[in-house]
């Protein structure tokens, strides 16, 4: 699985755009990219992942470049809550879908 | 719908101590089953997986086992706890994948474990 790099910390105000970089420049055609988030003491929750075209769900939109080297998490409107390690993770869909966590962003959102 | 379960949710243990972390899933079958650690200000490192009953494949070398005696029951064990042992244990299931699909992996509450 290709590895990804994130900055260690970001900070955010409340109500604005938080936007997660990563850089993925070994990844390879097959494989999707795919981002989790930890709030402290509780188990990662599963964000959105996407292969080549851009990604929305209710949680958060996934922009992919055109030659899939990097990508970035948008959150729309960050509230408090959003506070947690965001995780970014490369890896293909077969077999048995096992996740290698990075150290992630922590990202905090400032009222 | 579908849960998870960890029991318990918190352990103090003494070095060269057993131990046994329990996790359970309702709400589907034939899941694939994961266990996780995560030391204090690290990332998860994946310990297990089984993808089925009785089939457990590891990770990470080390004085953990784990076993997976029915479908939606993962079992993590040690037979003398050191340490290093301690950290937040994460038990994940996910669905099997279908043709160009990804299922997610959901994930339970955790065990924090300290050994002293």
């Known amino acids: 699985d290709a590895k990804t790099t994130q900055p260690p910390s970001m900070d955010c105000a409340e109500g604005r755009a938080a936007n997660l970089p990563c850089n993925h420049s070994?990844?390879?055609?097959?494989?999707?990219v795919y981002w989790y988030r930890q709030i402290h003491s509780q188990g990662p929750q599963y964000i959105i992942h996407?292969?080549?075209n851009n990604e929305t769900n209710e949680m958060a939109s996934l922009i992919i470049t055109e030659d899939r080297k990097s990508s970035t998490l948008i959150l729309p409107h960050a509230t408090l809550r959003d506070t947690a390690v965001y995780y970014c993770?490369?890896?293909?869909?077969?077999?048995?879908?096992?996740?290698?966590f990075g150290q992630g962003t922590r990202l905090t959102i400032n009222p | 719908s579908q849960t998870i379960h960890q029991w318990p949710a918190t352990l103090v243990q003494p070095v060269g101590s057993p131990l046994s972390l329990e996790c359970t899933v309702e709400?589907?079958?034939?899941?694939?089953l994961y266990w996780y650690r995560q030391a204090a200000g690290r990332g998860l490192q994946l310990l297990f997986y089984?993808?089925?009953?009785?089939?457990i494949s590891s990770e990470v070398p080390q004085n953990l086992s784990a076993s997976r005696p029915q479908d939606r029951q993962f079992i993590l064990s040690s037979k003398k706890l050191l340490l290093s042992d301690s950290g937040f244990y994460l038990c994940?299931?996910?669905?099997?994948?279908?043709?160009?699909?990804?299922?997610?992996?959901?994930f339970g509450p955790g065990t924090r474990l300290t050994v002293l």
């Open positions: 994940a299931w996910s669905g099997k994948t279908l043709a160009g699909a990804y299922n997610e992996q959901f």
């Open positions: 070994t990844i390879s055609g097959n494989e999707y």
């Open positions: 996407g292969l080549k």
């Open positions: 993770i490369v890896r293909g869909i077969q077999g048995a879908q096992k996740l290698v």
């Open positions: 709400g589907t079958s034939n899941p694939n």
């Open positions: 089984s993808v089925g009953i009785g089939q």
